[in-house]
């Protein structure tokens, strides 16, 4: 039988995904081509937003239709638990983020009932998916889950609750994990944790189960240290942090591990100190900048890039203007921009949803447009400088260039030549001759 996984949402469902494709493989299910071509389909659903939760439920709809042996795993199934299939009652299984491993299982039980069987798992916060350090073989880049689950609770986010308490893996697994990617030729590895500089602070739901690491805090600039040691490996990058862990002993590794990118993504969501408060994201305004700054006098090249919300419950005129100038002070690289909306559960769920849609349009497209301003500036100090770019492949929007980044996570083209090889994963010095707000363009030396 043949399978697709269809994959919504961020980095960490990509990765789940990626671990079951693997799981299914070693099962002896073959991955299809296409949907059309899959007799299971398999859909990774997201819940941070209402219109990704939709997506998901839409597509399986259509795979049901389609007569596919259809199940879906992630966050909006542990959200929606046994409601899933009030809304989809044709759909064979469902299975929380936590138990992704079960699906190969699931599978074999449905395909040999003849489709009668049907379950769902409710998945609590003391299982560790079985399959975590599985991988899809080929490739030279590949994402390792270091931390699992998010015990923050900003108020308007619903991941603690749909993906649990944290756990931080030990630290001699996902080292061999890195090690068996090394030796089937990966290059870069991106450690993933929803708030990844807390990793082996606190493992609330495994007393006794902890990293190897005698000092907690100290755990995640270690586990740095120890992945840049691995033979094969060239670039080590995480994702996403917070201020409280631009510690000194990060910047120390920093300085002295060149295999570690020099880029943070580093989540702001406002400048305003109310909304901050009201968030609970744990910092102040000035303590977020003060991180940067920290960043920055380090290497004034280092690339920060940011999340921030928009229209959140309450948010004023002066708050917004208020995250206008933090933007502008921090001058990120990149910014993501979302337009605020209210996920069930969450504290934020409760207040007045009070900022027109229309005006969080407008704010929308402010920061937008500020942040290709400030992007275009960025990149222009970088014309005359070489960047050690990790070629990717051919350009999406113009084949006959190539495309890579360098190490501050920033995306390089140049033109290729016809009889000029190059390989994906192999890294290339690029001249930079030309800034636009998100790229840079530039051609190979020697």
């Given at each position: 039988m043949k399978f697709i996984v269809h994959t919504y949402g961020c980095q960490m469902n990509v990765r789940d995904s990626e671990a079951v494709e693997a799981l299914m493989t070693a099962a002896g299910y073959e991955k299809a081509e296409s949907e059309s071509d899959a007799?299971?389909?398999?859909?990774?659903?997201?819940?941070?937003?209402?219109?990704?939760?939709?997506?998901?439920?839409?597509?399986?709809?259509?795979?049901?239709?389609?007569?596919?042996?259809?199940?879906?795993?992630?966050?909006?199934?542990?959200?929606?638990?046994?409601?899933?299939?009030?809304?989809?009652?044709?759909?064979?299984?469902?299975?929380?983020?936590?138990?992704?491993?079960?699906?190969?299982?699931?599978?074999?039980?449905?395909?040999?009932?003849?489709?009668?069987?049907?379950?769902?798992?409710?998945?609590?916060?003391?299982?560790?998916?079985?399959?975590?350090?599985?991988?899809?073989?080929?490739?030279?880049?590949?994402?390792?889950?270091?931390?699992?689950?998010?015990?923050?609770?900003?108020?308007?986010?619903?991941?603690?609750?749909?993906?649990?308490?944290?756990?931080?893996?030990?630290?001699?697994?996902?080292?061999?994990?890195?090690?068996?990617?090394?030796?089937?030729?990966?290059?870069?590895?991106?450690?993933?944790?929803?708030?990844?500089?807390?990793?082996?602070?606190?493992n609330a739901a495994w007393d006794g189960d902890e990293t190897d690491f005698s000092s907690r805090h100290s755990a995640f600039p270690r586990l740095l240290r120890a992945l840049s040691e691995i033979d094969g490996i060239e670039r080590v990058r995480f994702t996403s942090a917070h201020p409280r862990g631009c510690t000194d002993e990060l910047l120390a590794v920093y300085r002295d591990c060149p295999k570690v990118c020099r880029h943070i993504h580093l989540p702001v969501q406002s400048g305003s100190d109310r909304v901050l408060k009201e968030m609970g994201r744990g910092y102040t305004r000035g303590e977020y900048l003060a991180a940067v700054a920290k960043l920055r006098a380090f290497d004034p090249e280092f690339a920060v890039t940011t999340d921030v919300i928009v229209g959140y419950p309450g948010e004023t005129e002066d708050d917004f203007e208020a995250t206008r100038s933090l933007m502008e002070e921090a001058g990120f690289d990149n910014s993501f921009v979302f337009k605020y909306s209210p996920r069930p559960g969450t504290r934020s769920a409760a207040l007045p949803d009070d900022v027109a849609t229309e005006e969080k349009e407008r704010r929308d497209q402010v920061l937008l447009a500020d942040q290709e301003a400030r992007g275009l500036r960025r990149n222009a100090a970088l014309v005359g400088t070489v960047r050690e770019v990790m070629v990717e492949g051919p350009s999406k929007r113009n084949p006959d260039r190539m495309s890579g980044r360098d190490g501050g996570n920033r995306i390089v083209v140049w033109d290729a030549p016809a009889g000029t090889k190059f390989e994906a994963g192999e890294k290339r010095r690029i001249m930079i001759e030309e800034a636009h707000a998100q790229i840079l363009v530039g051609k190979p030396v020697e």
């Open positions: 007799d299971i389909v398999i859909i990774n659903s997201c819940t941070v937003r209402q219109k990704a939760e939709e997506k998901a439920v839409g597509k399986a709809g259509n795979m049901i239709a389609a007569k596919k042996l259809t199940g879906m795993m992630g966050c909006a199934v542990k959200r929606m638990g046994a409601d899933i299939f009030r809304r989809l009652p044709k759909l064979d299984f469902a299975v929380g983020p936590r138990a992704f491993g079960l699906i190969p299982k699931i599978v074999g039980e449905i395909a040999a009932s003849g489709g009668k069987a049907k379950r769902i798992l409710e998945i609590g916060d003391d299982i560790v998916p079985s399959g975590m350090s599985e991988h899809v073989a080929g490739g030279w880049q590949a994402f390792v889950t270091v931390l699992l689950g998010c015990d923050n609770r900003c108020s308007y986010c619903i991941v603690p609750e749909v993906r649990g308490h944290e756990f931080s893996r030990p630290a001699k697994e996902v080292v061999a994990e890195v090690e068996a990617l090394a030796r089937r030729g990966v290059k870069e590895v991106c450690l993933l944790g929803q708030s990844v500089l807390r990793y082996g602070i606190r």
